[in-house]
């Protein structure tokens, strides 16, 4: 199984001296393409500054970070062209959907299809939106769809470039617990159906068993034990 990403001793310290904090400690981590993984920890343990340096937005300051096998970032130096990545290879999804809000929920999916490079725009978004479950909602705007709705849609715009790897921070943090799981189990479901790796950032222990392995962060490192099959 080819690996969407994979982290070696990456480590990332914001300020200096006394005020110097140590938000990512050595962190191994690898990515199997078809794996969805949830990343749990406290407040302040270094999870949002690990999804940031793995989808290429804030680099560590020391280590290596490998995608689908290629060694890209080195020791905070890009070796690819970090933004082509992003835009062709990575799907993100956050707390909040952040949909344009002039936008039908196709518009909005439609758009990243085009910005991915994806020439079929409004045919691929039509068939995500069916694939998620909400191609019924195709014409609303966002403020006419539910949390969950607007979640999917997010989760469909996550997918217009056909990504490797999606990350997600703390996705379900606004939604019911039915609504959460339900995301989750896309998450899980895109990961399996489509071969994507997804890693999830997420407080909720409620719908733990979704996933395919669970990793936890402590002070800036991941917990050994923490590592383990669901």
Not at 11 to 38: E, H, I, R, W
């Amino acid at each position: 199984m080819t690996d969407a990403v994979r982290a070696v001793n990456l480590s990332k310290t914001y300020g200096a001296g006394a005020a110097a904090v140590v938000a990512l400690d050595k962190v191994d981590l690898t990515l199997p393409q078809g794996t969805v993984a949830a990343l749990l920890g406290p407040s302040g343990s270094g999870k949002s500054t690990l999804i940031k340096a793995l989808g290429f937005v804030s680099p560590g300051d020391t280590g290596e970070v490998f995608f689908e096998g290629r060694l890209v970032v080195k020791d905070g130096r890009p070796l690819a062209d970090l933004a082509q990545l992003r835009r062709r290879h990575l799907g993100f999804v956050f707390q909040k959907a952040n949909l344009t809000s002039f936008l039908t929920a196709r518009e909005n999916v439609e758009i990243a299809c085009e910005f991915g490079g994806k020439t079929d725009g409004r045919r691929r978004a039509r068939e995500l939106l069916d694939y998620l479950e909400v191609a019924h909602r195709e014409h609303a705007y966002p403020e006419m769809l539910s949390g969950g709705e607007q979640q999917r849609v997010a989760i469909a715009r996550a997918l217009a470039n056909e990504p490797s790897l999606i990350l997600a921070d703390e996705p379900t943090a606004a939604l019911d617990s039915v609504r959460s799981r339900s995301v989750m189990e896309l998450f899980r479901k895109v990961a399996h159906d489509r071969g994507a790796a997804v890693l999830v950032v997420t407080h909720d222990h409620r719908a733990l068993d979704v996933f395919d392995v669970l990793y936890e962060m402590e002070d800036g490192r991941i917990r050994p034990s923490a590592h383990r099959s669901v």
